[in-house]
């Protein structure tokens, strides 16, 4: 339908799409009908993206992300490996949130929202523009690793080797990136994020072991 494509791959809610129905009889009526024909995708409630097979564009799971629920951004395993920083592909759609944790389970996959304090949340944000056609929000690469150990609940590092073993072992971390990190990101991180303890060890093990 020529008068969806428009929205693109843009998540838009019912009222912007009962505004282009506007000419039927029942554009509520027709929004349940597209859905039940796969042209519009439900996303949750009041929360639509239009099929590819219209838009002819592919769809943003990053992007939906950033829609589906906020403020959040794109980080832990999924902005990590977006980074190149940990080998494997992450299926879950992970952001972090100032509000509570939420989950998502929509035909696209699911989404979870992992909580945060509000004064860490807005620390090392990236927008991310894709083809100048779109942009969404991601954690910086320092942002990314500090909220992984900042919101697991089975980390707790208490020494340099300790840590060196869960990047290795556990991420399969590539220190050559790392050298290149903002160590201001991580410094505000411990200033306001849970963890202290564990992201002052790797703020340490970045200076003196990744930079030599």
Not at 16 to 27: F, G, R, T
Not at 52 to 76: A, V
Not at 138 to 147: G, N, S, V
Request: net charge positive; with cysteine.
């Amino acid at each position: 339908m020529q008068e969806l494509k428009e929205f693109g791959i843009i998540p838009v809610d019912f009222k912007a799409i009962s505004s282009k129905l506007s000419l039927y009889k029942s554009p509520g009526d027709k929004v349940s009908s597209l859905e039940k024909s796969n042209i519009l995708i439900r996303l949750k409630k009041g929360l639509f993206i239009v099929s590819p097979d219209i838009t002819n564009q592919s769809i943003s799971k990053e992007l939906i992300g950033n829609h589906l629920y906020g403020p959040s951004y794109i980080s832990l395993e999924n902005a990590l490996s977006f980074y190149g920083l940990i080998p494997e592909r992450v299926y879950t759609t992970l952001s972090v949130t100032s509000k509570r944790k939420k989950s998502y389970n929509t035909p696209l996959g699911v989404f979870e929202y992992i909580t945060v304090p509000v004064k860490y949340f807005p620390i090392g944000i990236s927008q991310e523009i894709v083809q100048r056609s779109y942009a969404y929000l991601i954690a910086t690469p320092e942002k990314a690793l500090c909220d992984l150990i900042v919101t697991k609940s089975g980390i707790r590092i208490q020494s340099l080797k300790a840590l060196n073993e869960y990047l290795v072992q556990d991420l399969r971390v590539d220190f050559d990136v790392i050298k290149k990190w903002d160590l201001t990101i991580i410094d505000d991180c411990i200033k306001y994020g849970y963890k202290k303890v564990e992201l002052r060890l790797l703020r340490k093990f970045i200076e003196n072991e990744c930079r030599i």
